[in-house]
């Protein structure tokens, strides 16, 4: 029996294979604790007619960890999720991840910083950025 092959399904498996083998190449190198620091929270950017939103998933941080920066149009977000465990702890595995990060999102310099919000809650940040009145899209009625 003959199996049709998609191009796209081919190469999506050798990335895989690939970022397998690399990915085993670089752990093996790298120590345990250079491994808990490479990390940076998810983000997902959201655009409507009257704001901005940036999502983070960073679960297992204090809402006081982030600093929040807007300038020229670049929402700038950083912080450290900080390891919790006692001096006398001996690690047997560890997949999570820890450490400082800062991610940073270009958008429009039409935003009205003094109504910026920030919200976290239930290990999810949320960042709103309302667009000035200038920016929002207005009908116009033809006469």
């Known amino acids: 029996m003959l199996r049709t092959i998609n191009a796209?399904?081919?190469?999506?498996?050798?990335?895989?294979?690939?970022?397998?083998l690399f990915g085993k190449l670089v752990d093996t190198a790298k120590t345990s604790a250079e491994t808990q620091h490479a990390w940076a929270p998810p983000m997902s950017v959201t655009e409507s007619a009257a704001a901005f939103e940036v999502v983070f998933d960073a679960p297992g941080m204090q809402s006081d960890a982030f600093e929040i920066e807007f300038a020229?149009?670049?929402?700038?977000?950083?912080?450290?999720?900080?390891?919790?465990?006692g001096d006398d702890v001996k690690w047997l595995r560890s997949e999570r991840r820890f450490g400082a990060f800062?991610?940073?999102?270009?958008?429009?310099?039409?935003?009205?910083?003094?109504?910026?919000?920030?919200e976290y809650r239930?290990?999810?940040?949320?960042?709103?950025?309302?667009?000035?009145?200038?920016a929002k899209p207005r009908k116009i009625a033809v006469r």
Do not use: C, Q, W, Y
Request: proline letters at 2%; a negative charge.
């Open 8 to 20: 796209l399904d081919l190469f999506n498996h050798i990335d895989r294979e690939f970022d397998g």
């Open 72 to 85: 020229d149009g670049t929402l700038t977000v950083s912080g450290e999720r900080a390891v919790v465990v």
């Open 122 to 134: 239930d290990g999810v940040l949320t960042i709103v950025l309302p667009k000035m009145e200038t």
């Open 102 to 118: 800062e991610r940073a999102v270009s958008l429009s310099e039409d935003v009205d910083v003094d109504k910026l919000d920030a």
